[in-house]
């Protein structure tokens, strides 16, 4: 009768269990109304641009967020403080092997491995971060509120095999030097 009870009161206990894990909501990112810009500085000044948002979705377990994946389509990458031929010339410097070679590596991708609560709304972020093949972690704040989530993550261009003009790979390059790192900003809408 023991080994009953005992069987009965396991068997409860994996399904309420279960059914603890399974509260998870996954929002799926509305990829036409999100934006993700990005701004890259050099020694005398900066260029900003987009790049679009291929597929997206954060996971919730009630209100607190819990994980989440995004894909960028990299073909899109382009620049938005420029017209005509410099524009040109620059947006296919950046999808060119010197930065980006969007013809190897169409897309980049973010997989959110821990979220920590940081406050009301707010939470610090660290995620798998891959582009040009290669992977590295990236910690951010992430604000949601209501159906929308910001985000600005700082990039090391270098982690990724993106060492055009850096002053860690090449000397002497004085105003041609361009830093390292880079801003993202993601605008989600869910």
């Given at each position: 009768?023991?080994?009953?009870?005992?069987?009965?009161?396991?068997?409860?206990?994996?399904?309420?269990?279960?059914?603890?894990?399974?509260?998870?909501?996954?929002?799926?990112?509305?990829?036409?109304?999100?934006?993700?810009?990005?701004?890259?500085?050099?020694?005398?000044?900066?260029?900003?641009?987009?790049?679009?948002?291929?597929?997206?979705?954060?996971?919730?377990?009630?209100?607190?967020?819990?994980?989440?994946?995004?894909?960028v389509?990299?073909t899109?990458?382009?620049?938005?403080?420029?017209?005509?031929?410099?524009?040109?010339?620059?947006?296919?410097?950046?999808?060119?092997?010197?930065?980006?070679?969007?013809?190897?590596?169409?897309?980049?991708?973010?997989?959110?491995?821990?979220?920590?609560a940081?406050?009301?709304?707010?939470?610090?972020?660290?995620?798998?971060?891959?582009?040009?093949?290669?992977?590295?972690?990236?910690?951010?704040?992430?604000?949601?509120?209501?159906?929308?989530?910001?985000?600005?993550?700082?990039?090391?261009?270098?982690?990724?095999?993106?060492?055009?003009?850096?002053?860690?790979?090449?000397?002497?390059?004085?105003?041609?030097?361009?830093?390292?790192?880079?801003?993202?900003?993601?605008?989600?809408?869910?």
């Amino acid at each position: 009768m023991k080994k009953r009870i005992f069987k009965s009161v396991m068997v409860l206990a994996v399904v309420f269990g279960t059914a603890a894990f399974t509260d998870i909501e996954t929002k799926k990112v509305d990829t036409e109304k999100s934006k993700v810009t990005w701004k890259g500085y050099k020694v005398t000044g900066s260029h900003e641009g987009t790049v679009a948002l291929k597929s997206g979705e954060l996971q919730f377990d009630s209100d607190k967020l819990v994980g989440g994946n995004f894909t960028v389509d990299m073909t899109t990458l382009g620049s938005t403080d420029l017209e005509g031929d410099y524009k040109t010339k620059l947006d296919g410097h950046l999808k060119s092997d010197d930065f980006f070679g969007v013809e190897n590596y169409p897309t980049a991708t973010l997989e959110i491995t821990k979220v920590e609560a940081a406050g009301k709304n707010a939470y610090e972020v660290t995620g798998d971060l891959t582009i040009k093949g290669k992977t590295n972690p990236v910690t951010f704040d992430l604000s949601v509120y209501g159906n929308k989530a910001t985000a600005t993550v700082k990039v090391d261009r270098t982690k990724y095999d993106i060492s055009y003009k850096s002053g860690n790979f090449f000397e002497n390059l004085g105003d041609n030097l361009i830093y390292d790192e880079f801003d993202i900003e993601v605008y989600l809408f869910f």
